[in-house]
């Protein structure tokens, strides 16, 4: 047997709408019950209005929804850390990219494919010095297997 689809819509009728309060505040509870037993996580519900009762409903406890929401609080913090690490991973992996970029540039200048004239001031630059560190690394080499041969 279904039910009607309920309109929603604030309630006027007062007693109606304390009834309706106290079943809807019922079901959720159960609701929550059930997700709680149902997944095994925590979880709490707060519910509160000022029209019907002074005290605010707390399923749980006081202290397990205090601890829970402990805990919810911490959430920013966890989300920074992760920010920050992604953040960090990020940046590396752009480094990575641009010494990728960079190495292609070389080597095709090195094939006479690169035009250097589609390149800016700063892209020269960095291949320059890109360059540079990779003759030093290639003469340091050289310089380590040639003492390595005399041996």
Not at 92 to 117: A, P
Request: proline share 2%.
């Amino acid at each position: 047997m279904s039910r009607k689809k309920m309109k929603l819509a604030y309630i006027t009728n007062d007693s109606k709408r304390k009834t309706t309060y106290k079943k809807s505040t019922k079901g959720l509870v159960k609701k929550v019950h059930e997700l709680t037993t149902l997944c095994g996580i925590e979880t709490c519900a707060i519910i509160h209005s000022p029209d019907f009762d002074s005290q605010p409903e707390v399923w749980l406890s006081h202290a397990g929804a205090r601890r829970l929401l402990s805990e919810f609080k911490k959430l920013p913090r966890f989300l920074e850390q992760s920010i920050a690490k992604a953040t960090r991973q990020l940046r590396k992996l752009c480094k990575e990219n641009r010494q990728t970029e960079l190495k292609k540039v070389m080597f095709q200048s090195l094939s006479g494919k690169v035009i250097f004239q589609s390149l800016n001031a700063m892209d020269l630059n960095e291949v320059g010095l890109f360059v540079k560190q990779n003759l030093k690394d290639i003469n340091d080499r050289v310089r380590v297997l040639t003492k390595a041969s005399r041996f």
